[in-house]
């Protein structure tokens, strides 16, 4: 009995709770990130190796806008815009001419794009971190620490953007145009949807959505060429965890994965409380290779 | 007819080989030094091509091979004196098959592109562990050691000059290419190059194609790390770059530029690969991003070249 009351008293409740906020603000962040990811697999069968780049270049291009209009909103607007665009050019001219081949070239074609991109980052940004400076810096106290309102902001902001983006696929004509595309390519274009356009389309969706988490997240950390590859392996491991393809079991993936890394950091260094993501990804993969977070297939 | 190509291989073959063993001979030190790194990556995409061109499936973890036999040679230069080049070689083959038959456990049970992750994602476990665990692994500086003599116990021992490693490398590469070559005609061969052409069907008859792909993984492991090593004892370092992913995308890079499926392809592949890192570094300095053009020369080979530079002779090199 005294055991169990040391133990329980041993246990650090306020930092738990201090990461739990801090697990559910990286998992939304996350959850845009992903849900990019998992939305251009599920409609083209593309694993976007470059989606951890495109989130890089919109943190640049942040700082780059950032610095000449001194704006944030207009960063984040701006970047979103110019990533989706690039993001359109790109499976235009490399994706689309891969359509009908083996879905394996499409992820070689991808990560041929992540090395230019990563490259031309270091090429033009150099080796320092960036940073984006926060549009406000209002803090409020949990425990000990002062917790900045800036990081709940980007968790309402993500949740507003993947929200909307569901009402969008919901109820909108270009939505019910994704949608159907996504269950069956050739009955879409039998119908008379211009398929290839709404792969461009999501294509730029998914960029775009990869620019603004990049922006958003830049002022938690600083802005470097090589932080796609962390981020786009998590969202792999979101989007497989949650089941391919599928946009509310990433989500709840997202949260998921975070707040268990959030909580093995109090104990490990951040770095190898990695390690905690890859293992829960090789334990879905054992158990319930389809995702955790989707019905059991019958 | 089937004479005359076999007759026309070998000769082939041997005309290739005897350029490489003059080669040393005759290049000034830093092309021989060029040449030996060529080969000893080319046996590194060269072990990867069992999985992505006979079997069907690209892995994106072979730094995590590579690495682990460098690491194992390191673990045994440096623990055991004076340093001896066939234990270096067995710690390095033992680490990396460790290492492969705890990847392959796990990732085979699936298919194409959650294959290809999941290697992404072990090897990136093992990058964390050795860039983490600095008392055992030197962290990020990694491990220094000294290069040890190419030795047969009882009959000689010479310090290795950049000729006879060059030759040395050489001969494993060369005698690595013929057991693989032999590997993909056997049965065994024939059964991996079924399941990528149709796995269902593989299964169907009666093959258990979990265990042929564990195998395989294994098999391709086992070269990686024999890389590995080579790699370590002819740069005297280990250090965690080479288990990070980029490696293992170099390793893709080499197969699908080199031509997959044929086992010479992707040496050509990383003889290309390199060739061209070094033009982009002599005209425009060091600095430059050479990965831009190569990664640009890549995505045009996947869209209009997907058979590689060695694509055209593949049903010939494999004859």
């Given at each position: 009995m005294d055991a169990i009351l040391a133990f329980l008293q041993a246990v650090p409740y306020d930092q738990i709770l201090i990461q739990t906020v801090n697990g559910i603000v990286t998992g939304m962040i996350l959850a845009l990130v992903a849900s990019g990811l998992t939305l251009i697999f599920g409609i083209m069968?593309?694993?976007?190796?470059a989606h951890g780049e495109l989130f890089m270049l919109g943190a640049y291009i942040g700082v780059v806008v950032l610095a000449t209009s001194g704006n944030f909103w207009v960063a984040l607007i701006l970047s979103t815009l110019t990533v989706a665009l690039i993001g359109a050019a790109l499976q235009v001219t490399t994706l689309r001419p891969l359509i009908g081949r083996d879905p394996l070239t499409t992820i070689l074609a991808t990560f041929g794009i992540s090395l230019v991109l990563q490259n031309y980052a270091l090429w033009a940004f150099g080796p320092v971190a960036r940073k984006i400076q926060e549009p406000f810096t209002g803090y409020f106290t949990l425990f000990y620490l002062e917790y900045p309102w800036y990081r709940l902001l980007i968790a309402g902001l993500s949740a507003a953007i993947i929200g909307g983006f569901w009402l969008f696929l919901k109820y909108g004509t270009y939505g019910i145009w994704i949608r159907a595309t996504t269950q069956d390519r050739v009955m879409a274009q039998a119908m008379g949807i211009p398929v290839p356009w709404v792969h461009t389309f999501v294509f730029a969706i998914g960029a775009g959505m990869a620019a603004a988490s990049g922006v958003l997240f830049g002022p938690l950390v600083g802005v470097n060429h090589a932080m796609g590859l962390d981020w786009v392996l998590k969202a792999f491991i979101v989007v497989v965890v949650g089941g391919m393809g599928n946009l509310g079991g990433s989500i709840a993936a997202s949260i998921f994965i975070s707040l268990l890394e959030a909580y093995a950091s109090i104990w490990v260094s951040p770095a190898q409380a990695v390690i905690v993501s890859f293992v829960v990804l090789i334990l879905t993969l054992l158990f319930r290779p389809t995702g955790l977070f989707v019905p059991t297939p019958k | 007819m089937s004479k005359r190509f076999t007759i026309a291989y070998w000769a082939g073959f041997g005309i290739v080989l005897a350029l490489l063993t003059v080669a040393p001979l005759v290049l000034p030190e830093f092309w021989r030094r060029f040449l030996t790194e060529i080969l000893i990556w080319g046996l590194l995409a060269m072990s990867s091509d069992i999985l992505i061109g006979y079997t069907g499936m690209v892995s994106f973890g072979h730094s995590a091979f590579f690495g682990l036999g460098m690491y194992g040679a390191a673990a045994a230069l440096l623990m055991v004196q004076p340093p001896n080049l066939w234990l270096a070689i067995a710690y390095g083959l033992v680490g990396a098959a460790g290492v492969a038959l705890f990847v392959a456990y796990f990732s085979t049970r699936l298919r194409d592109i959650y294959f290809a992750i999941t290697t992404l994602i072990f090897s990136q476990i093992f990058y964390v562990i050795i860039f983490t665990w600095t008392e055992v692994t030197g962290g990020e500086n990694g491990l220094t050691f000294r290069r040890p003599a190419l030795a047969i116990p009882g009959l000689f021992s010479v310090p290795f000059t950049s000729e006879t490693l060059h030759w040395f490398v050489l001969g494993v590469v060369t005698a690595s290419y013929l057991v693989l070559r032999r590997i993909t005609q056997s049965p065994f061969g024939m059964v991996l190059q079924s399941i990528r052409e149709n796995e269902a069907r593989t299964r169907a008859i009666g093959y258990s194609v979990e265990r042929y792909k564990i195998v395989a993984v294994m098999l391709s492991g086992l070269f990686a790390g024999l890389a590995g090593v080579l790699y370590a004892i002819q740069n005297r370092f280990a250090a965690p770059d080479f288990v990070y992913f980029l490696v293992s995308g170099e390793a893709v890079i080499f197969n699908v530029m080199g031509g997959i499926g044929t086992l010479v392809g992707p040496i050509a592949g990383a003889g290309f690969f390199l060739l061209l890192r070094e033009f982009f570094g002599r005209i425009f300095g060091d600095q430059f991003p050479y990965l831009i053009p190569v990664g640009i020369i890549f995505i045009i080979m996947i869209i209009f070249m997907p058979q590689g530079l060695l694509g055209f002779a593949r049903r010939w090199l494999n004859r």
């Open positions: 069968d593309v694993v976007n190796f | -």
